[in-house]
């Protein structure tokens, strides 16, 4: 199916592009949730501010868009879950305390 835009009207060029848009969010949104079900709440996973150090911490909740992030130093982050890489244990995963993430208490 093709348009021919230069058909359209000035109210149906708006109709399409609000359509297009409408689309492309939706796109969008299920490839972020697709990403999102790589990982699993309480998997160790690291990421990469701009301008700032790696972060390493666990992922404590999934959110319309991204996923919440709990790191090491007690930082609450809303990271995109394209950004997100698994840490991989250097004990091979086993380790109890694997997905504890002490709190800053203050």
Same mark, same amino acid.
């Given at each position: 199916?093709?348009?021919?835009?230069?058909?359209?009207?000035? &109210?149906?060029?708006?109709? *399409?592009?609000?359509? $297009?848009?409408? #689309?492309?969010? +939706?796109?969008?949104?299920? @490839? &972020?949730?697709?990403?999102? *079900?790589?990982?699993? $709440?309480?998997? #160790?996973?690291? +990421?990469?501010?701009?301008? @700032?150090?790696?972060?390493?911490?666990?992922?404590?909740?999934?959110?319309?868009?991204?996923?919440?992030?709990?790191?090491?130093?007690?930082?609450?982050?809303?990271?995109?879950?394209?950004?997100?890489?698994?840490?991989?244990?250097?004990?091979?995963?086993?380790?109890?305390?694997?997905?504890?993430?002490?709190?800053?208490?203050?």
């Amino acid at each position: 199916m093709s348009i021919n835009i230069n058909d359209l009207t000035e &109210a149906e060029l708006v109709d *399409l592009n609000h359509r $297009i848009v409408e #689309r492309l969010r +939706f796109l969008h949104q299920a @490839r &972020a949730h697709s990403r999102m *079900l790589d990982f699993a $709440i309480g998997d #160790r996973v690291s +990421f990469q501010p701009e301008g @700032r150090p790696m972060l390493v911490g666990v992922l404590t909740r999934y959110n319309k868009k991204t996923v919440t992030v709990v790191t090491e130093g007690g930082g609450r982050w809303n990271v995109a879950p394209g950004l997100l890489h698994r840490v991989v244990e250097a004990d091979g995963g086993g380790g109890e305390n694997r997905n504890v993430v002490p709190i800053r208490k203050g």
